[in-house]
């Protein structure tokens, strides 16, 4: 690994690590509270005793009544008497003292039990401290990024949206650990992007074997027949070229098609190339100069070409496939000839290996032509059963504009071949929408700048209920009261004692009051907004996966760059 950089071979070393995921979810810890800590040990004032707080008073004041009328009652020489005056003052004193005692045991009770709060206030203080710091410790220690995995399996993964920075990622993210577990990985990329350079960089940083072709190339076949014969290379040529016109179209001019290229392929010899085609196909139109520069068609193949004319017809509508079949092939015949080789279907999916087929062209019209003619081969090998099934997985990025159609067809056979498919799509168009959420599928997400699109998309997410808080309330309040009462009392005893009581009070009170509420709803609306669609970031994705259990839907990053980060963890996170 000399001349590469340390941060390319450690981030090497880190996606290809074998665990398969999307990319990472970001998860930030929660300190969970001390279940004691919003309720603290409270003071309660113990209460004061009955007989002091009424009547210790009282009963200071009849004895000292008291003891002077027993004064005066023994002054005057009446034992009997004075016993009797006395006895309430007697009674009065053992009272008081009786009291007295129990204000010393509530004094020291209470001394006791404030003793025994601070003590516990300080030990639930102590035990909330040590729990916050425990937990604060936690948070910091604990891991952040967990791993986004396919729980369910599924054998196709769609991807809608995104950049191509963004599909760069996940395709590093993705590949690398499908590589690293020994499962070759076919891209065909006909996004124009070259959305797997980074994968491949990576994968030769590793020592990994990489294969990569890039189209087009004026001897298609037999490097793209893969020595099919005439008949179904005619076949695949004629589905491709149907893929050209509108749906709905007569679909007698595929079989049209496929005919005149059939007469054509059936009558050249090796090697077979869209030049040579176009030449053969000059021949049945009557328009061939075989004057005109070096002729790519042998004499006797000439005479074979000549003598199918008759055969093919001249019909008004045989003519006019002719001539579109002829535009079509004349376009790939003068792309620039490159000498490539392309790999035989069995050396596609080669364990551990990573094989990129691409589509480069300044003619954007050619490009597409060159996309289908790719697209329908790969679909037809899958067809033949010429692929190993689970021998690894298939990505085909930049494919929505062949149509519904073409996808699910390509979609179905890999399912049948038992091939893993990923479909990279920049746009959810409304030709396929229907597709999402096919059957045995994952979807991915990614950022859609289009208001429509993001809102086609979080429709497919779906609704849930939630509540919401949608209305606020403050009273405030105030009352008054004012009152007055008078009183006026007075009696006289047998022993000459009388007393005059009189009593004027005045009240007054005001209470202020506030009162506030919310009032929260039930609502039914988007699980997602289609605007957190629309403004997630070039590496950020929604996974939509009906799994086991229950359907899932989940944020996630697949920058390949996260594994660099610390605390980013081996293992998905568990749902709780």
């Excluded at 390319?8 to 970001?26: A, K, M, N, Q």
């Excluded at 002729?295 to 199918?308: H, I, Q, V, Y």
């Amino acid at each position: 690994m000399a001349g590469k950089s340390d941060t390319s071979v450690e981030l090497s070393t880190r996606v290809f690590d074998g665990i398969e995921r999307l990319g990472w979810e970001y998860v930030q810890p929660v300190p969970r509270p001390h279940p004691d800590r919003d309720n603290p040990p409270e003071w309660k004032e113990p209460p004061i005793p009955a007989s002091w707080s009424k009547g210790g008073i009282s009963c200071l004041v009849i004895a000292v009544i008291g003891l002077g009328i027993v004064a005066l009652a023994v002054a005057a020489a009446s034992t009997l008497l004075a016993f009797l005056i006395a006895l309430p003052a007697i009674i009065a004193v053992f009272r008081f003292s009786s009291d007295k005692q129990n204000e010393m045991n509530a004094k020291r009770r209470r001394e006791e039990l404030r003793a025994a709060y601070e003590t516990g206030f300080e030990r639930w203080r102590t035990d909330v401290l040590t729990h916050d710091a425990a937990e604060r410790r936690r948070v910091d220690e604990a891991l952040r990024w967990f791993p986004v995995h396919l729980a369910s399996r599924p054998r196709r993964i769609d991807v809608y949206g995104g950049t191509a920075d963004g599909w760069a990622s996940l395709l590093v993210t993705l590949g690398a650990s499908l590589l690293a577990n020994a499962k070759g990985l076919w891209l065909l990329d006909l996004s124009h992007q070259t959305v797997g350079r980074e994968l491949a960089a990576l994968a030769d940083t590793r020592g990994m074997p990489v294969a990569r072709v890039e189209l087009p190339s004026a001897s298609v076949p037999p490097d793209l027949s893969w020595e099919l014969p005439a008949d179904e290379l005619a076949e695949v040529l004629a589905e491709a070229l149907s893929t050209l016109r509108p749906e709905g179209t007569d679909i007698d001019l595929r079989a049209t098609d496929a005919s005149i290229l059939h007469a054509v392929l059936e009558r050249l010899d090796e090697p077979v190339t869209f030049g040579r085609i176009a030449s053969g196909l000059e021949v049945l139109l009557r328009v061939h100069e075989p004057d005109h520069g070096p002729e790519p068609l042998a004499t006797t193949e000439l005479d074979r070409l000549t003598a199918a004319i008759d055969v093919v017809g001249q019909s008004d509508r045989v003519q006019n496939e002719l001539r579109f079949v002829y535009d079509v092939t004349r376009l790939l015949a003068r792309a620039e000839p490159s000498p490539v080789t392309l790999p035989a279907p069995n050396q596609w999916l080669i364990p551990g290996r990573l094989t990129i087929l691409s589509t480069h062209d300044v003619n954007e019209r050619r490009k597409d032509v060159m996309d289908r003619v790719l697209f329908f081969l790969v679909l037809h090998q899958l067809r033949r059963g010429r692929i190993p099934a689970d021998a690894g997985t298939l990505v085909i990025a930049g494919a929505e504009h062949l149509g519904r159609s073409a996808l699910e067809a390509m979609a179905r056979q890999a399912r049948i071949a038992g091939v893993r498919l990923v479909l990279l799509m920049t746009h959810v168009r409304e030709d396929i929408r229907q597709l999402l959420g096919g059957q045995d599928s994952a979807t991915v997400l990614m950022r859609l700048g289009n208001a429509e699109e993001a809102k086609a998309a979080a429709d497919f997410i779906g609704q849930g209920h939630k509540f919401v808080m949608n209305q606020l309330t403050r009273q405030v309040g105030e009352s008054q009261s004012k009152g007055r009462s008078h009183s006026y009392g007075g009696g006289a005893s047998q022993f000459g004692g009388w007393s005059t009581s009189w009593q004027n009070s005045v009240d007054s009170s005001t209470t202020d009051s506030v009162t506030r509420g919310e009032t929260v709803s039930r609502v039914y609306e988007f699980t997602v907004e289609p605007t957190q669609i629309q403004s997630l970031p070039p590496t950020g994705l929604i996974l939509i996966e009906t799994g086991p259990q229950s359907r899932r839907v989940l944020f996630g990053d697949c920058n390949p760059a996260i594994t660099l980060l610390p605390r980013v963890a081996d293992a998905p996170r568990l749902l709780e």
